[in-house]
């Protein structure tokens, strides 16, 4: 994969300011609000932002159920984030029924094969398709210019064009609580945390944990090493091992197996997953892990295809709709932690963000966020460096 993250942060950054002007057309196809926007269940229409100047795209079937398609990078069972994401196709089309008819195509590789994919998926009539990787970005972006009626969903870019819509959320908060479980856990200060690919999301992520292990314990230390891999158990497992060798006696991943589990597991020492609630699987060492749960959005944005009003749009769910949550603390997560993530949960449902509030050093001692300021959302969406107390580079190139 592309380390895209010095574009993403300018990108992202460029599109927000956009978004901030509001529309000014008073065309009847030009949306200028977010109230034309089909409701689902949990899905706050605060959250979302429609596109700047974009108009109304027609990708509802002539008759019939409406075609909707997934494209997944990994397995549908992967224990993380694809299994989340197909539990968004079934969420659909229990909410849906027969108006709907979904299909899905697991374990594409990021590359030309996206493109491939697409045009399979447009060919048999779908006219709504979820991209649920980073890296399949750029073949739904040539895709959407090639198929202009086809209403693109891209989950978790930065591009967006009339009939490609982003949505993503808050991941960092869910992880800042998470860091709050992994800090009080470890008796060393000593944690480790197995990443993929050093793009804005992850770093922020990774960010986020680290100040999070840091409320609860002053001196603590997160060490990452990067895989660049989204799924791979077997160098998941090996980062995994590497980091226990090093000396952390907790550990995290925001990986989508549970290969990290098992490492820790084997050591007994505290787990944070990513995506899904180990919870059964590994009640020996598991904390907690910050999950995402598109159903709600997803449904919304089929039933406003089926409706005449799917317009593309930048969704930024969080704790406050339902989006973001955390999984099922573990045995080993003491009363008194619990207390103290649940009273931050409600903080960060209220100012998601609000962690990022300065002062905040970079590993360089580089003040990043001045004292008393807090990070704005362009800000998050381009972080490109890594915070004080986290050992470790980000990847070169």
């Known amino acids: 994969m592309k380390k895209f993250w010095k574009l993403a942060a300018t990108a992202a950054t460029a599109s927000l300011l956009v978004a901030a002007c509001g529309s000014s057309s008073s065309s009847d196809t030009t949306v200028a609000s977010s109230d034309t926007v089909a409701k689902g269940d949990g899905f706050t229409l605060a959250n979302f932002t429609p596109f700047e100047g974009g108009t109304v795209v027609d990708c509802a079937p002539k008759s019939g159920p409406i075609k909707a398609a997934w494209i997944y990078v990994g397995p549908i069972n992967d224990g993380g984030w694809t299994q989340a994401h197909h539990e968004g196709l079934k969420a659909v089309k229990a909410a849906l029924g027969d108006k709907v008819e979904t299909t899905y195509k697991e374990n594409i590789p990021e590359g030309p094969q996206v493109g491939t994919t697409i045009d399979q998926l447009v060919a048999d009539g779908n006219t709504i398709i979820f991209g649920t ?27 967006q064009k009339n009939n490609m819509s982003q949505a993503y959320g808050a991941g960092e908060d869910g992880d800042y609580l998470s860091g ?18 050093a793009i804005p999301e992850v770093i922020r992520g990774v960010n986020s944990f680290a100040l999070g ?55 007994g020492i505290p787990w944070v997953g990513y995506d899904s609630d180990q919870s059964a699987n590994f009640p020996t060492v598991w904390l907690t892990a910050n999950t995402y749960h ?20 930048d969704y930024y769910g969080g704790l406050n709709d339902g989006f973001i949550k955390l999984a099922t603390f573990g045995k080993i997560v003491s009363q008194d932690t619990a207390t103290a993530i649940n009273k931050k949960m409600e903080e960060l ?5 609000s962690q990022f509030t300065g002062p905040i050093k970079s590993q360089d001692g580089t003040v990043k966020i001045k004292a008393g300021a807090t990070a704005s959302h ?20």
């Not at 449902?349 to 963000?353: D, F, H, L, V």
């Open 349 to 353: 449902a209220n100012k998601s963000g």
């Open 133 to 159: 990787s980073f890296g399949f970005q750029d073949a739904f972006a040539a895709a959407a210019d090639k198929y202009p009626n086809v209403c693109f969903e891209f989950e978790t870019g930065y591009i």
């Open 213 to 267: 292990a840091k409320a609860m314990n002053p001196k603590a230390t997160v060490q990452v090493v990067w895989t660049n891999t989204w799924f791979d158990p077997a160098i998941e497992r090996k980062a995994a091992d590497s980091l226990i060798s090093a000396g952390v006696d907790a550990i995290a991943s925001a990986q989508d197996s549970p290969a990290t589990g098992e490492a820790a597991k084997v050591k």
């Open 180 to 197: 709050m479980a992994a800090g009080a856990a470890s008796k060393t200060g000593k944690i480790g945390f197995v990443a993929p690919f």
């Open 378 to 397: 362009g800000d998050l969406m381009g972080m490109d460096y890594l915070v004080d107390n986290v050992i470790g580079e980000l990847p070169k190139g």
């Open 294 to 313: 598109w159903g709600a959005y997803e449904t919304a944005r089929v039933q406003a295809a089926l409706d005449g009003k799917w317009i593309s749009g």
